[in-house]
């Protein structure tokens, strides 16, 4: 009897939705936007070459915005990097959309999507009417009279990965999509519209069958910056075919058993039920294109010294600053970018602490909020590159770590020297320094140009210039995210914030990425292996890995085996990567987001004004993730729509 009535409720719930879709005027015949209805436009916009290229611009559109508000990029904000307190009651309050909160959990479901990007809702671009405009460009690419052939061939192989790339998208955070390989014609039946779910490979293998059509093609580097900046190269699409055969490879796609039994409603399995190793082989030699091509293009990590409003200060902190200008140098100078947002990062006020009296008048404004739980602050090394609870000498006291100690002239150049901070902030490794700001740790910049000068920070209690001013402008655990405010932005008694943009791939990235898909694949040596890591190492200034753990690790076998050597490259991607919107990503692939999240997030006491009650860990958040959350759900109406479409699983 139950059994029939929860049967019962659901044909009466797609009962009313089909009727409320009739009223609405919404046709069946309009399912995932597959026809077009600008048709009698068509003809003048790809009347000529100018027209023409101003509708490429448009299937641009999406491929930017997915990268400009990472308050709504899956990566940023579920990786744990960041809390944030949610006011949304606060009227100064910027953050729109329940993006952080996907985290906590009780966000996320079916009626309603949270940052959908199938029906484009809650903070999601309709990725679908993006893939749709794409293939009408293809379809019209022979209309303009005064395009040339070369121009015509670049244009294509741009649609074509740029048609890769949302489909790329949507499998990461759905699976098994629907293919959008042609638009269905106007006059075709409603069944035609209504398409079934390709499987988990079938999907990536039309990504992989589309960048290879695309990047013999695309040129080797935008000919004009100034003016084609954010066009695809040919870099760009080999990193794009890098990343997602790496993650075709991966323990999410790559014979989960977990969704094993998910089938389409002619019984099709929609994920493979078995590992295959050989996609492992795939992803590595398409890591080495990748890297190669780049790198004959004059691509490089970045290692430069920077020297505006630089003036005396030691070698520890210029490595800080190089390390930050990773991501905030100007895109066009950078040899380390293959692929850039298009938009620069608007949210400086929120991650940057107020360091004098005078910046805390712009509390409500810029409410320095952004918080970094302690979890996220583990993870980065001791001075020596192991793991701060591996480390075998006595430069990190690990039991001790949430006690207290003065700055010492060791730390002089991270620590305020006497200041009265935790053990755990002592004798860290330079990326430690550069991606986080904490109780009096050096803040250099803030229009400060010697080392001698530079400010510290002051966050304990609402009397230090730093802490708690309100429930809105209060960092909850004592951490920020040092890396997302560039030395030259200022915010004193005016605010004037240097412009960057987040990257959306770089080399140091793509060489962990080599490295992870060379250990999985299992043929290369361990040298070979490692050799990729040390180069993104040797930058932050530690020692090549497998010497670290030989020399300062309890456990210096650990880079012998693929295991431990996977374990290592991993958390090296989580600190190299670090709020950079990849972590949230990476850690979906991995199947190891649910166990990231299952712990209570934490931080400093911050109301409390004294040392010793300061540094007490406390819960400052309650992160919930189940396995349903692995993959997004798609909107229940669209499911009541097509009778072919299945609904992802546990939802």
């Known amino acids: 009897m139950k059994t029939e009535k929860i049967k019962d409720m659901k044909f009466y719930y797609k009962l009313i939705c089909l009727l409320v879709l009739c009223i609405a005027g919404t046709s069946c015949k309009k399912y995932l936007d597959v026809v077009p ?12 070459r100018n027209e023409a290229e101003n509708y490429l611009f448009g299937c641009y559109n999406t491929f930017q915005n997915l990268n400009r508000e990472v308050v709504n990029n899956v990566g940023f904000v579920t990786s744990s990097e960041i809390i944030y307190p949610n006011l949304d009651d606060n009227p100064f309050n910027k953050i729109t ?50 395009l040339k052939d070369d121009e015509k061939k670049r244009w294509i192989a741009e649609i074509k990965f740029l048609k890769a790339y949302y489909h790329y998208y949507l499998i ?10 042609e638009n269905r014609p106007i006059d075709g039946s409603i069944e035609d519209t209504k398409a079934k779910r390709s499987s988990v490979d079938e999907s990536f293998a039309y990504v992989d069958q589309l960048l290879n059509e695309a990047i013999p093609d695309l040129p080797s580097a935008v000919v004009n910056p100034l003016l084609e900046y954010g066009r695809t190269t040919k870099s760009m699409g080999l990193a794009l075919k890098a990343e997602a055969l790496t993650t075709a490879a991966s323990p999410l796609f790559n014979g989960n058993p977990d969704f094993a039994s998910f089938k389409d409603k002619d019984g099709k399995n929609l994920f493979s039920t078995a590992v295959d190793p050989q996609k492992w082989s795939l992803a590595a030699k398409a890591c080495k294109a990748a890297i190669d091509e780049f790198v004959a ?45 298009q938009y620069g990062f608007d949210y400086q006020g929120y991650v940057f602490p107020k360091l004098t009296s005078d910046a805390v008048a712009f509390g409500n404004e810029q409410p320095s909020n952004w918080s970094v739980p302690l979890s996220t602050t583990e993870l980065f090394y001791t001075k020596n590159g192991v793991p701060i609870n591996e480390d075998n000498t006595s430069a990190f ?42 109780d009096g740790g050096i803040w250099f910049g803030n229009d400060k140009r010697n080392e001698s000068d530079a400010f510290y920070v002051q966050a304990r209690g609402p009397f230090a210039i730093g802490g708690p001013k309100s429930q809105f402008a209060t960092n909850i655990t004592g951490y920020w995210p040092k890396k997302l405010v560039p030395y030259l932005s200022i915010m004193n008694n005016g605010i004037q914030f240097e412009t960057f943009y987040l ?122 993730f189940g396995l349903k959350d692995y993959f997004w759900p798609i909107k229940n109406s669209e499911v009541v729509i097509n009778e072919n479409l299945v609904q992802n699983p546990f939802w």
């Open 37 to 48: 209805n600008n048709v009698g436009t068509l003809d003048y916009a790809f009347s000529n």
């Open 97 to 146: 959309g329940p993006g952080f909160k996907l985290i906590r959990g009780g966000v996320q479901n079916v009626s309603s999507p949270v940052i959908d990007h199938w029906t484009g809702n809650n903070g999601g671009q309709n990725i679908y009417v993006a893939l749709r405009r794409c293939n009408i460009m293809l379809e019209n690419i022979d209309k303009p009279f005064d």
């Open 172 to 181: 990461r955070l759905y699976g098994p999509i629907v293919l959008i390989k």
């Open 297 to 341: 293009q004059g691509g490089a990590l970045y290692n430069l010294v920077p020297t505006n409003k630089v003036e005396n200060v030691s070698d520890q902190l210029k490595r800080v600053l190089t390390i930050q200008m990773v991501i905030a140098e100007k895109r066009d100078q950078n040899p380390e970018l293959i692929w850039g947002a």
């Open 397 to 438: 006291d690990y039991a001790n770590r949430n006690t207290s100690q003065f700055g010492d002239d060791a730390n002089k150049s991270y620590i305020k020297l006497g200041y009265e901070t935790a053990k755990a902030n002592f004798n860290r490794e330079p990326r430690f320094y550069a991606d986080l700001g904490f």
């Open 503 to 624: 990257p959306v791939v770089r080399l140091g990235g793509l060489y962990l990425l080599y490295a992870e898909a060379l250990n999985e694949e299992g043929t290369a040596s361990k040298a070979d292996i490692l050799s990729w890591v040390d180069k993104v190492r040797s930058r932050a200034g530690l020692e090549g890995v497998a010497t670290s753990w030989q020399s300062y690790s309890k456990n210096p076998t650990k880079p012998d085996t693929k295991e431990g050597r996977r374990e290592i490259i991993h958390q090296e991607r989580r600190i190299e990567l670090c709020f950079e919107g990849q972590s949230g990503w990476d850690l979906r692939r991995w199947k190891e987001l649910q166990g990231v999240l299952s712990r209570p997030l934490q931080g400093w006491n911050v109301n409390e004004g004294s040392a010793v009650n300061y540094y007490r860990p406390r819960t400052v958040a309650v992160p919930f």
